[in-house]
């Protein structure tokens, strides 16, 4: 039996968890004994100080084969972990060991959360009853390719808008990297090694010890091992945007035979993606990271053998005949049957004096996770009162001095889910200030103060601030569209019903039927999300959109 050893030189690691200290102890004797020189045993006696352990462990670099948990566990069950430890290691194999009791429950929780096997205590004596199955999961896992990527070294300033754009790709795409201020000694040495110095910030070094100088988005992503071109000329659908409702549109394209490929600009997942946490998704009582959910989809979406596209910016939409071309703004082209327009919304733009020079220099818009840690005691404010928003707030609340919400309204009942505002009053470090915006940003290279204006009595005031995180309106990215999709005046597309009466198709529509109900001005071309016209802005129905677009599409393919 080999244990294959990582790129940073450390064993695959077999994983043990029971809250049995003396059950847990016996268990990783036993697999010392017969895996102790080729593998490193981790033990572990709940849940929750594992998952915190396979987080350790993915940031290093590190393999996992097997995670071996026990069923009945107090705060967090066997298949609790099991089935959070998969959004680390996908690949590892899960097996679970119960009493005899559980059965049935281990056999259902093969189909819960895709169990490898379960393993009925005692498993004495090993010889037949542990290391057998161990091995056969060792084996299986060899067999198949889930290697993680070695670290990627990022050295850059810490108020660079560059360096946290950089930063904010690599975490958003799910690439581990370790950062380095370009002030430490070892980004100083990183640098020199480079031959790079200050002014030519962000320097990234690639797992194959690539050192790319400032670097785009696109150079980063053709070197840690994201898709950049499609594999095809022609689809029978392109989806253009990976937030939910493309990725759902990507699932159910691919999973019912289609030739499906998903083109993203910056990274899977959207707005929703950059949600610390979603708490009224069907399906998860205890709520879901945004991150966490659209990973899972786009390794859905995967699976069932879509394509999915990073780094690729949609310029134009041509139509010739039954034939789609969506031509990308560095000229190349990819051409379908069908196109689904899932580009969703972009947070609207402060253009208060100030704002503009200091964005990505302690003004984040959207979440900036990566910025989190510098919040760390910190008065930190928000400007929106909508869920994202609160979300942030009290992701933010649990590390910083004082979170503060800046909303235009008199309220946050208008904008904000109830569950949501009932959590943030509940949380004393979270301030709310009604009917107020932000008037000025004031700073030396970063910020460091924020002038407000309170609307109701025509006042300003200034505070000490160093982060600001946005999170306002809904700005379509449609431009590209202009004389070809028909689009409201805000920009948003319109598909359907809204585009005529019942009596009279759009103009210039050439079929002898009326336009499906999402699909645009174009025939074969459809729209699905937050971009839509009249869309409800919410997870759930945007992927329910896009899932309803595939059905559209095979009755428009049915017409041709």
């Not at 505002?421 to 970063?446: K, M």
């Amino acid at each position: 039996m080999t244990g294959p050893g990582n790129a940073n030189g450390a064993r695959t690691s077999i994983m043990t968890i029971d809250d049995d200290p003396g059950v847990s102890r016996a268990v990783a004797r036993d697999l010392r004994r017969r895996y102790g020189d080729t593998h490193r045993i981790v033990r572990a006696e709940s849940g929750e100080k594992a998952l915190d352990a396979l987080r350790e462990m993915k940031l290093r670099g590190d393999s996992v084969a097997v995670l071996l948990a026990d069923y009945r566990m107090p705060g967090m069950s066997g298949l609790d972990f099991l089935e959070a430890a998969a959004d680390l290691y996908p690949g590892a194999r899960r097996v679970l060991l119960t009493a005899y009791a559980d059965t049935s429950a281990a056999i259902d929780a093969i189909n819960v959360v895709d169990l490898d096997y379960y393993l009925l205590k005692p498993w004495d004596p090993p010889e037949e009853k542990l290391y057998p199955v161990i091995d056969a999961q060792l084996e299986a896992w060899a067999a198949t390719d889930h290697h993680p990527v070695p670290e990627t070294k990022v050295v850059g300033h810490r108020w660079s808008a560059r360096s946290s754009q950089t930063r904010e790709f690599l975490a958003r795409n799910q690439v581990p990297y370790r950062w380095y201020t370009s002030e430490t000694p070892e980004g100083k040495r990183l640098l020199a090694a480079a031959e790079a110095d200050e002014h030519t910030l962000p320097l990234v070094i690639t797992p194959d010890g690539t050192a790319l100088v400032a670097p785009s988005d696109a150079d980063i992503a053709g070197r840690v091992g994201l898709s950049t071109t499609p594999a095809k000329d022609f689809y029978d659908v392109v989806v253009i945007g990976g937030g939910p409702a493309g990725l759902g549109a990507a699932v159910y394209g691919a999973s019912e035979g289609l030739r499906t490929v998903l083109i993203e600009r910056l990274a899977t997942g959207g707005q929703a993606g950059q949600s610390s946490r979603i708490e009224n998704y069907l399906g998860f009582p205890d709520g879901v990271s945004g991150a966490q959910l659209t990973e899972r989809a786009r390794r859905q979406a995967v699976r069932f053998g879509a394509e999915v596209i990073t780094t690729r910016d949609a310029a134009t939409l041509e139509v010739a005949g039954p034939a789609r071309t969506v031509r990308f703004a560095d000229g190349d082209s990819i051409e379908a049957h069908t196109v689904i327009l899932a580009t969703g919304v972009s947070y609207r733009k402060i253009d208060a004096p100030g704002c503009g020079e200091l964005t990505g220099r302690g003004i984040y818009y959207g979440s900036a996770l990566t910025e989190a840690s510098g919040c760390v005691d910190q008065d930190v404010y928000i400007v929106g009162g909508a869920n994202s928003a609160g979300q942030a707030a009290v992701y933010l609340a649990r590390h910083a001095r004082s979170v503060t919400l800046l909303v235009r309204g008199t309220s946050l009942q208008a904008s904000m889910s109830y569950y949501l505002v009932q959590q943030l009053e509940a949380i004393d470090n979270i301030h709310v200030r009604t009917c107020t915006e932000v008037a000025e940003a004031h700073g030396d290279g970063h910020l460091q103060r924020l002038t407000l204006r309170d609307n109701a009595n025509s006042t300003t005031e200034t505070v000490d601030a160093p982060y600001l995180f946005v999170f306002i309106g809904a700005a379509p990215r449609t431009d590209w569209l202009d004389g070809v999709v028909v689009r409201d005046e805000r920009g948003f597309v319109l598909a359907g019903p809204d585009l005529g009466t019942a009596d009279a198709p759009p103009a210039g529509w050439n079929l002898d039927r009326h336009p499906f109900h999402l699909e645009t001005s174009v025939p074969g071309v459809f729209v699905a999300g937050d971009v839509r016209a009249e869309s409800a802005k919410r997870v759930a129905s945007a992927v329910g959109e896009g899932a309803m677009a595939v059905m559209l599409v095979h009755r428009y393919l049915e017409g041709l």
